[in-house]
């Protein structure tokens, strides 16, 4: 079974800084789609980004960029110029290729609650 | 585009009473799941439809358990004989079958259960 770790429960920034959530992730499949969601004190759950491992190239979106090393099986989540609005729980999420049986389920890490200093 | 919604978002109930979740998915979106989320902890998957198809159901979803979706559009979640076990935050989420979605699910923002 595919497990998600996310070693660091809280991390804290300063506005306008940088901050790296790490992630790590365990499976013997080489082929998979793996996620950032961000969930506000709102509580809705809301894509950051996503990388598909067959693509060396690392993934970006606007302030947000993640360090995918598929050997080492990691993924981190950078964030760039904090603001105020980051502030919330990231979990990284882990899904399997769609055409494999049971692909549909995400599997999601504990947590970090990102908390942006103003 | 509305978004996923639920239906209530808050319930209180008594040790052994039923209970019933509703979700209705961002329309024309043929999957839809179920998670729970318990404080300080990453969702985890209950169960899954694609059209009105259960087709993957997590070893979580005890008996006491059952999710519908009758007609491929909106689904319940309903939980018999509550416990207090079952206090937590239930997530549902959609996302389109074209592949060219990328495979993005879109969550709603949870219905919390407490069991007292």
């Known amino acids: 079974a595919q497990t998600v770790t996310q070693s660091q429960p809280e991390m804290s920034v300063q506005e306008a800084e940088t901050v790296t959530l790490s992630c790590t992730y365990d499976?013997?499949?080489?082929?998979?789609?793996l996620f950032w969601y961000k969930q506000p004190p709102s509580r809705q759950m809301i894509l950051v980004i996503r990388?598909?491992?067959?693509?060396?190239q690392n993934a970006t979106e606007n302030r947000f960029s993640v360090n995918f090393q598929k050997a080492a099986k990691s993924f981190s989540l950078k964030i760039s110029d904090s603001q105020l609005g980051d502030a919330a729980m990231y979990f990284c999420a882990y899904r399997r290729h769609f055409i494999i049986q049971g692909a549909q389920k995400l599997v999601f890490g504990q947590g970090t609650r990102l908390t942006i200093n103003p | 585009d509305t978004g996923v919604s639920q239906d209530p978002r808050h319930k209180i109930t008594k040790r052994g009473q039923n209970v019933t979740f509703r979700c209705d998915p961002i329309s024309e979106h043929n999957r839809l799941y179920w998670y729970r989320q318990t404080l300080g902890q990453g969702p985890e998957f209950l169960t899954y439809f694609q059209n009105e198809a259960q087709l993957e159901k997590s070893r979580l979803l005890s008996d006491r358990f059952s999710a519908e979706r009758p007609k491929g559009s909106f689904s319940t979640l309903e939980i018999q004989r509550t416990e207090q076990g079952d206090s937590a935050m239930y997530l549902c989420?959609?996302?389109?079958?074209?592949?060219?979605?990328?495979?993005?699910?879109?969550f709603g923002e949870g219905s919390w259960l407490t069991v007292v």
């Open positions: 499976t013997s499949e080489s082929d998979y789609y």
């Open positions: 989420a959609s996302s389109p079958m074209r592949e060219s979605s990328g495979n993005t699910i879109y």
């Open positions: 990388q598909e491992a067959y693509k060396q």
